[in-house]
């Protein structure tokens, strides 16, 4: 037994040597994984799984890698890494180089052997995955985990159905059965499920053994034909059941050694037609036993007791078995080194050789399923697997190295299959080199046989050594011996027919030869073919010349009809319109009926299989022809390669000659070409010179056009750059003189606000005189009418009211020009602050002009007001010269007494300090103005401290001459005139004075606009110029 240690090795062989497994253990190579640097320990593999073919496998081990290992090839390779032990395996989808991994995390992937790259990432299970099923057609795949079976689509890598189920219950295993669109689920109740697996519809239930025979279902296998199902559990029995009765059919009983089934698995065989008779048992004891569940006998086992079976996997085709230890190692198995016993009984009981005669006698063949394992058992083949690998291993036989070119066959690989079993026939005896019918022959077994081509090989030989002798005596000549003798019985059952033949010159070389050459391959289809020789195998090797014989009796009829030569072969390489069961049953009426002198049982043997261990030697041919063809052969080949030497030498000196002229030739081409090409070069260089001055002179002139264009544009953007300057600055014009307008309009609707809201005082004002002078009649009437002792009072307070109302309308007018004056201000500020925002640097300076401006005019109003004020103040002084001139007229009309000069003082004395009070309010509020206009009234008031009134009405008393002023009524109508007449000249003046205000109002604003619209002007220049 070989060993491997993979390490860490991600590729390489998985033998060293070629394998040679003994027949006790069947080992073909134990393959470690061991931690690199150290060997005592490993890593463990856990889950094995065979591809379609059977020819390789996948193994993954606890640390996630999963190696791929090609048996046909020795070879193995890491192909992924996934991180993570995984819990199943399956190979045998319908792309071949995907497969389905279950990993410990739940999730089912799908990677690809060639590239390596995750396909698809599967998931939905809550529990580890246990199994996978894949459908024989590769599309559809089932994961089973302990509480729930999902149903995926591997073309989409979808979840279409999904099998859920109570704990109590739980699965055991879901999966395809064989050959058919049906689920089978197991449950740990030995419940067992038949579903459609499109509609998932209920089939049927297999009925759940009575108590004392239920065994606790744990493992389950199915046939390749999915008939059978043998299920076993906590017990050493196996129930075998019939799918198609829906019964159990069989009850197995194990060694008693075996206690619990972990583990089922049906062995194929390629000649039971899926039937698998052979199914192994993999037990506690970690041991797997392969019984026959017909006989109950057990075949072999592999593993032992000291380091047991963990999982184990069987190849598709039934040649190797792949199991992992206990150890964590991975043993491969040969199944046909461990069969070496089994052969021997291959026929069940009480099956022989003449109930399969009855048997076909009656049925005409035998079961299509059946017929490869009874042609086998016939045949009786020792499956000398050492001896044909020795004859395989030297190669292909030069004589079949061309097959392809005689035999021109479509698929590749029954092409190599059939120059494999012709090699081997030619090395196993030097006369099949030389036989050009051999591959007519072997063709029709090596395409029934070519997945096993040693079953092939051996089908052949036996066919040769028993069928075919004394064929090859008269090599290479036909046998004229066994042809003589189907010439012989036809003579004696329809000699007339014989002498047709003979008449148009047909032998048996024509007639009865291409039959036998070619073992009626070109005259049956396949399903007669195969009905013929369940015939020839069951009889006597001399069935073969009787069937011959057969066919041209049950043929008479279209060959008694042919009269041309060409027909008549053609009739012999071609299908005819036959019964093949009258043929057969000629055939068996000629066994019966000829003759003992001319039956070909006497001249033929019996049927003799081949040797075990080693073939037989074939030499029942005439060697003196073989090796003098061979001699004749090597001969020629020796010539040959003399020929083909000389051949290749003369061939080599006309390849040189005709290298060496060609070469000249080229060369003096060449010097042709090479001057024409000068020739043509000069010319194309004065063309492109020509060219090259055209294209100048159009460039110079392009050059000007576009210089001119650029010109054109570049005036036409200036133009309209102006024209847009131009129009912007007319926009900003009207802006600005609108605002302007606006701003003019403004001020001159506050300005006509201001002279009506004036005009409206100055009324007030006239009706509040009018008022007061009747207030003042009424109350000159009730003084005149009162007592004399309060005249004094009444003076006073005349004085006071007359200085309050005074006092009053000075306020009233003196606020109003400050309102002005603010409002002028306000006005200046608004025109500052309205200037553009969008030409801010240039609003600046505009700004600053106009603030120059306003102050201008702030101080030309400042000088309008000044001057209004001396001239207020003019008034104001004539107005108390007036007043002077009246006192003296008055002082100078009376006269006062001495008496009354005492209490006049007294009355002056108290006088200035109430026109002192009244002055300083007056003060807070009218300025230095009114401040010196008190002034003068005090000192009109007091400019005559000692002189005396007299009453009028009384002649007697002291009055204060300031209380005259306008209510005195002892006045002569001079000063009552004189006072009018003051009156209407300060109205005048008044007027004048607000009739100048609002003229040079009028031309401040025209010089402001005059000054805002050049300044403008000119900064808009000045932008248009940078």
């Not at 007030?764 to 009418?785: G, H, N, S, Y």
């Not at 230095?928 to 008393?957: A, I, V, W």
């Not at 001459?961 to 002569?972: K, M, T």
């Amino acid at each position: 037994m070989q060993s491997s240690d993979i390490g860490a090795r991600e590729r390489g062989k998985i033998w060293h040597r070629r394998p040679s497994p003994l027949v006790a253990d069947g080992v073909i190579v134990n393959v470690t994984h061991s931690v690199v640097g150290y060997h005592s320990k490993t890593i463990r593999f856990l889950h094995v799984a065979f591809d379609a073919a059977g020819e390789a496998f996948l193994a993954g081990d606890h640390q996630g890698n999963i190696y791929l290992f090609d048996l046909s090839r020795n070879s193995f390779k890491l192909v992924q890494r996934t991180g993570q032990a995984c819990t199943a395996l399956a190979f045998n989808l319908r792309r071949k180089t995907e497969y389905l991994v279950a990993l410990a995390d739940y999730s089912v992937k799908c990677f690809d052997t060639d590239t390596k790259e995750l396909v698809s990432w599967m998931r939905g299970h809550e529990s580890a995955v246990s199994s996978i099923s894949v459908h024989g057609s590769g599309r559809y795949a089932i994961t089973t985990s302990s509480d729930a079976a999902q149903l995926w689509d591997l073309d989409t890598f979808q979840r279409k159905r999904k099998l859920n189920v109570h704990l109590s219950v739980g699965i055991q295993k879901v999966y395809f059965l064989p050959l058919s669109n049906t689920i089978i689920s197991c449950f740990r109740d030995d419940s067992i499920f038949a579903w459609e697996s499109d509609t998932l519809h209920c089939k049927y239930q297999l009925p759940v053994p009575e108590d004392e025979s239920r065994i606790t279902y744990r493992a389950f296998a199915v046939t390749r034909d999915g008939q059978s199902l043998v299920a076993g559990g906590k017990s050493n029995f196996l129930h075998l059941w019939c799918l198609n009765a829906r019964q159990l059919q069989r009850i197995i009983q194990m060694p008693p050694k075996v206690r619990t089934v972990r583990h089922l698995e049906f062995l194929p065989n390629s000649f039971d037609g899926g039937s698998s008779q052979v199914i192994g048992v993999l037990s506690q004891d970690g041991i797997m036993r392969f019984i026959n569940v017909q006989t109950c006998k057990l075949l072999f086992d592999i593993g032992s007791l000291d380091n047991g079976i963990n999982t184990v996997a069987i190849s598709q085709n039934g040649h190797y078995i792949a199991a992992v230890l206990e150890d964590g190692s991975l043993n491969i198995y040969s199944v046909k080194a461990l069969s070496q016993e089994l052969n021997k009984n291959v026929l069940p009981a009480g099956l022989n050789k003449k109930r399969l005669q009855a048997l076909l006698k009656e049925f005409g063949e035998y079961p299509e399923k059946y017929r490869m394992f009874i042609w086998r058992s016939l045949l009786q083949l020792p499956e000398n697997h050492a001896a044909f690998s020795s004859l395989t291993d030297k190669g292909t036989h030069a004589a079949y190295l061309g097959i392809h070119e005689r035999y021109p066959i479509k698929s590749r690989k029954l092409l190599r299959v059939l120059q494999r079993v012709l090699s081997a026939m030619a090395h196993w005896s030097a006369i099949f080199a030389e036989v050009s019918y051999l591959p007519l022959l072997a063709f029709p077994f090596v395409k029934l046989f070519q997945n096993n081509q040693l079953i092939g090989f051996e089908v052949v030989a036996t066919i040769i050594i028993s069928w075919c002798q004394h064929w090859f005596e008269y090599f290479p000549n036909p046998p004229i011996n066994i042809l003589s003798v189907v010439e012989n019985i036809l003579a004696h059952h329809d000699k007339e027919l014989l002498q047709h033949l003979v008449k148009y010159n047909i032998t048996s070389q024509l007639y009865a030869w291409p039959l036998m050459e070619t073992l009626f391959s070109e005259v049956l289809t396949r399903e007669e073919w195969l009905k013929l020789f369940d015939n020839v195998f069951s009889n006597h090797p001399s069935f073969l010349l009787v069937a011959v014989a057969a066919y041209l009796i049950c043929s008479r009829t279209p060959l008694l009809q042919c009269n041309i030569k060409g027909d008549l072969e053609h009739f012999f390489h071609h299908r005819n319109n036959l019964d093949l069961s009258a043929v057969i049953k000629e055939a068996y009426h000629l066994m019966d009926t000829t003759p003992e002198d001319i039956n070909p049982k006497r001249m033929l043997d019996d049927f003799v299989p081949l040797t075990k261990g080693q073939y037989p030697i074939f030499n029942k041919y005439p060697k003196f022809v073989v090796n003098y063809q061979t001699k004749e052969r090597e001969k020629i080949w020796h010539e040959e390669l003399d020929y083909l030497k000389e051949r290749q030498l003369a061939h080599g000196l006309q390849a040189e000659s005709v290298k060496r002229q060609a070469e000249n030739a080229a060369w003096y081409r060449q010097q042709q070409l090479l001057q024409e090409a000068e020739e043509q070069r000069r010319k194309i260089l004065l063309e492109e010179e020509q060219k090259l001055v055209e294209q100048r002179v159009r460039l110079a002139a392009m050059k000007r056009e576009l210089k001119v264009k650029e010109l054109q544009v570049l005036d036409a953007a200036h133009k309209r750059f102006l024209k847009h300057q131009q129009e912007q600055q007319k926009s900003e014009l009207r802006r600005l003189d609108d605002e302007i307008d606006r701003k003019v309009a403004l001020r001159s609707k506050e300005t006509a606000a201001l002279i009506q809201d004036i005009e409206v005082r100055n009324m007030e004002l006239d009706m509040q005189k009018k008022i007061f002078e009747q207030q003042l009649a009424k109350d000159q009437e009730t003084v005149m009418r009162g007592v004399k002792g309060h005249l004094d009072t009444n003076w006073i307070k005349a004085d006071v009211e007359e200085q309050k109302f005074k006092r009053v309308l000075e306020m009233d007018q003196d606020p109003n020009v400050e309102d002005y004056k603010n409002n002028e201000e306000e006005l200046a500020t608004a025109d500052q602050l309205s200037a553009a925002v969008g030409w801010q640097a240039q609003m600046l300076h505009k700004q600053r002009v106009y603030n120059l401006d306003q102050k201008k005019c702030q101080t030309q109003l400042a000088h309008l007001a000044s001057e209004s004020r001396e001239r207020e103040t003019k008034l104001l002084q004539m107005t108390k010269e007036v007043e002077g001139k009246r006192w003296d007229e008055v002082v100078g009309r009376h006269v006062q007494p001495k008496a009354s000069q005492q209490e006049r003082a007294a009355a002056e004395a108290q006088r200035p300090p109430l026109l002192l009070d009244e002055m300083s309010r007056a003060a807070e509020h009218d300025g230095d103005l009114h401040k010196n206009l008190f002034e003068g009234l005090c000192h009109t008031s007091t400019k005559y401290p000692t002189k005396q009134r007299r009453d009028p009405l009384q002649g007697s008393g002291e009055e204060n001459p300031g209380s005259l002023c306008l209510n005195n009524v002892s006045l002569d109508s001079s000063v009552q005139l004189s006072l009018d007449r003051g009156r209407a000249d300060l109205e005048s003046k008044e007027r004048e004075l607000m009739t100048g205000i609002q003229e040079l109002r009028q031309k401040l604003t025209t010089r402001a606009r005059q000054r805002y619209s050049t300044s403008s002007l000119a900064d808009e220049m000045i932008y248009t110029h940078y």
